[in-house]
């Protein structure tokens, strides 16, 4: 059967009308405090030169990065709640799949920023000679491209299967897996997609749960206590977001074929595609104390600015 291209729906969550609203309200209030956390903290980074080191480069990255992964799913999903056709053309399904890679962008600056984090910690001598401004833009550039280099072949494979209908994804997002199960052919080619990306994705967690255990051995060798809750508390939540983000993302793109039931893929994958992202501006960056006082200084300035031109525009 030749494969169809036509308009596919993107059932999302299925309700009544009420409560497409609530979902609406509450996916519209959860998008705008990510954009908006994660915009301030770029912002914030972009603004103060105190904050052009290696470190928060990467951070400044990693809250753009965010800004991109959410959108690519939220923006969408908030016009299907509003929508009663819930239809999405082929093309504008397979260019959301594509830009859904901005998720294995996301695991490389994490592998990334926790590299960051043992050079400083670990190797404090050597940290001004490795972690150079050249290799800084390097890994930036690097954990822009990658996932979509990775992205490329599955992208290219998935779009050739015969779709023969009636082409309904229960799903929010045209992620992968909802995709291949549309496919009325059984192609263990394209099944096997996942090799490159599960292997990168075993791979930057293996390195970051390394990374962080000689952060945490060489955190044991602190001679305050004081020293040893601040870095343990610090590591804590990083590894917390950690797992919360690669065993979200592993239990769906791991095993594909095990076919886990269409609700449990649909919680899944908001883990890793609305949760994450909301918050990692909170454990990233605002419980950073640096990064707190830039955000006083830089957005203390500009309201105070704003206030002095309204009062020369009220005179």
Request: proline residues 5%; hydrophobic residues 45%; glycine residues 4%.
């Amino acid at each position: 059967m030749c494969p169809t291209k036509n308009i596919s729906s993107l059932l999302a969550f299925p309700s009544s009308p009420q409560r497409q609203l609530l979902y609406f309200g509450l996916f519209f209030v959860t998008y705008t405090l990510t954009l908006t956390g994660n915009a301030v903290i770029a912002c914030a980074v972009r603004a103060d030169r105190c904050l052009h080191t290696p470190m928060y480069i990467l951070l400044g990255n990693f809250s753009l990065l965010e800004i991109c992964y959410v959108t690519s799913t939220m923006s969408n999903m908030l016009a299907n709640f509003l929508s009663t056709s819930k239809s999405i053309s082929f093309v504008s399904c397979f260019r959301q799949f594509y830009f859904f890679s901005f998720g294995y962008d996301e695991g490389f600056f994490l592998c990334f920023m926790a590299f960051d984090r043992y050079l400083a910690i670990c190797r404090p001598l050597h940290y001004p000679r490795i972690m150079t401004q050249q290799l800084c833009t390097g890994l930036v550039v690097f954990g822009w491209s990658c996932g979509f280099i990775l992205f490329l072949t599955p992208f290219i494979l998935i779009s050739r299967l015969p779709h023969c209908g009636p082409n309904i994804i229960n799903h929010f997002v045209c992620d992968p897996v909802p995709l291949m199960m549309l496919s009325c052919a059984e192609d263990t080619t394209t099944q096997l997609f996942t090799l490159p990306s599960m292997l990168s994705m075993i791979g930057t967690f293996l390195f970051i749960l390394c990374s962080y255990a000689l952060v945490i051995l060489a955190v044991v060798r602190m001679p305050t206590a004081a020293g040893k809750r601040k870095a343990f508390s610090t590591c804590a939540s990083h590894l917390a977001m950690v797992f919360l983000f690669f065993g979200s993302t592993m239990l769906i793109y791991v095993s594909p074929g095990s076919r886990h039931p269409v609700e449990v893929q649909k919680i899944i994958t908001l883990f890793y595609s609305v949760i994450t992202p909301l918050c990692n501006p909170l454990i990233y960056s605002l419980r950073n104390k640096e990064m707190k006082a830039t955000l006083r200084r830089v957005f203390g300035t500009e309201i105070l600015f704003i206030k002095q031109k309204s009062n020369i525009v009220a005179i």
